[in-house]
């Protein structure tokens, strides 16, 4: 199975801030496609998860720009800008090249 | 709008079975793989597999063969999960989670069911 790794396990941030968390894949994510199918998830205290971002890049519908995904192959970063009291919860990256789909560990991002 | 609506929780004792339902609305239930997820408490996320709407064919995570069972109630757009010889282990929130079909990614979730499994 791809092991998928989250870092850091937990951030606390002030509104207004910016915050980076990485996810490694223990294998190329990139299919024989050529397309990336790691996507990013929110889970919200009590709620289920959210998409956030899919194929590394790509805003799910009605999520804010201040979310952003970047990387390749088996590196990857979301970066919230501009961090609102809305965003706490825990982040979760999932890849879905390979079988089966494995998620990362979390991260849960706390306001300060 | 897209709706996928979960049956409530369950409190069974060990060797029991469940069966919970996720009725989907807003949208053609055959047009849109079904996956589920279990998340224990306090714990992350993982996948157990999914159902083919159109096909009714499941297929399965390893860890989820066996005593776990992805059918539909394709005229009612439910898909259910059934879990059988329940074991303190299986303790968990179970989420439905429509599949986005050729972009590959999950797009709409249930709000799960909570599973208990207490003698």
């Known amino acids: 199975d791809v092991v998928m790794t989250q870092t850091p396990p937990s951030l606390s941030v002030a509104i207004g801030q910016s915050v980076s968390i990485s996810c490694k894949s223990s294998?190329?994510?990139?299919?024989?496609?050529?397309?990336?199918?790691l996507h990013w998830l929110l889970q919200s205290p009590g709620q289920s998860p959210k998409l956030l971002i899919y194929q590394v890049s790509n805003l799910g519908s009605g999520v804010p720009d201040r979310f952003s995904g970047t990387g390749s192959q088996k590196d990857f970063t979301l970066k919230i800008s501009r961090v609102e009291a809305e965003d706490l919860g825990v982040y979760y990256c999932v890849q879905a090249t390979h079988f089966p789909l494995t998620f990362g560990s979390g991260t849960k991002l706390e306001i300060k | 709008q897209i709706q996928l609506v979960q049956s409530g929780p369950e409190l069974k004792k060990p060797g029991e079975s469940v069966k919970i339902s996720c009725k989907a609305s807003?949208?053609?239930?055959?047009?849109?793989?079904m996956h589920w997820v279990k998340q224990a408490p306090g714990k992350g996320l993982k996948w157990m597999g999914w159902i083919n709407t159109y096909t009714g064919k499941p297929t399965y995570a390893d860890d989820f063969k066996g005593r776990f069972v992805f059918s539909l109630e394709a005229s009612a757009s439910t898909a259910n999960l059934q879990i059988s010889n329940l074991k303190n282990e299986d303790t968990a929130t179970y989420f439905c989670a429509r599949w986005a079909g050729k972009d590959w990614y999950f797009d709409f979730w249930g709000p799960g069911t909570m599973v208990t499994v207490s003698s």
């Open positions: 294998q190329s994510l990139v299919y024989s496609d050529g397309k990336t199918y």
């Open positions: 807003g949208y053609t239930f055959t047009d849109y793989a």
